[in-house]
């Protein structure tokens, strides 16, 4: 028998494979990449969907997050308030990112971890838990959790993309 748990840590687990797809053995270069100035780099994106799972994450857990609580805010040197997730950022904010593999990755795993520490011990019961009353219909937990996984995905595949892009260009 499959938990909702074991699908949801599925669901991570192929945001994860994209991920490193999509950033490993690239150098900094190609991660800072821009089809034109207006345009996501891989580093920004991936950078993105991370900060966006730690914070919502973190949020449902009731934890801190993985980006102040095991320093990688600092690592990463950015001039930014701590709770930034790239939501909103213009053109200019994105081209301040600038990061190596390693740091991507880095920090993509440490929230991939406590995210799958929190999922692993999750109830069916707890999953219609009411998280987020802004919305009509309010956000239970299984929701907030699916929409991150998809949401992850979409820019994991964006800057899957843009390595095939960066690729051709070579």
């Known amino acids: ?3 909702s748990a074991e699908v949801l840590i599925d669901g991570f687990e192929r945001v994860r494979e994209v991920v490193h797809e999509a950033v490993d053995g690239l150098a900094e270069a190609a991660l800072n990449f821009r089809v034109d100035p207006g345009a996501n780099s891989i580093a920004w994106l991936v950078w993105h969907l991370t900060r966006v799972q730690d914070d919502h994450i973190a949020d449902v857990a009731g934890v801190e997050q993985v980006w102040t609580a095991d320093g990688w805010f600092e ?7 701590p709770s930034a997730t790239g939501y909103g950022d213009s053109a200019d904010d994105v081209a301040v990112l600038q990061a190596p593999a390693e740091l991507l990755t880095g920090y993509y795993d440490a929230v991939h971890e406590q995210t799958l520490r929190y999922v ?13 009353t802004r919305w009509d219909p309010p956000v239970t937990l299984g929701v907030r959790l699916v929409s991150v996984i998809s949401d992850d995905l979409q820019h994991a595949g964006q800057a899957a993309y843009l390595r095939g892009v960066i690729a051709r260009t070579n």
């Open 75 to 81: 690592r990463f040197g950015l001039p930014i308030d």
């Open 120 to 132: 692993r011990g999750l109830t069916d019961a707890d999953l219609s838990r009411v998280v987020d």
């Open 1 to 3: 028998m499959t938990t």
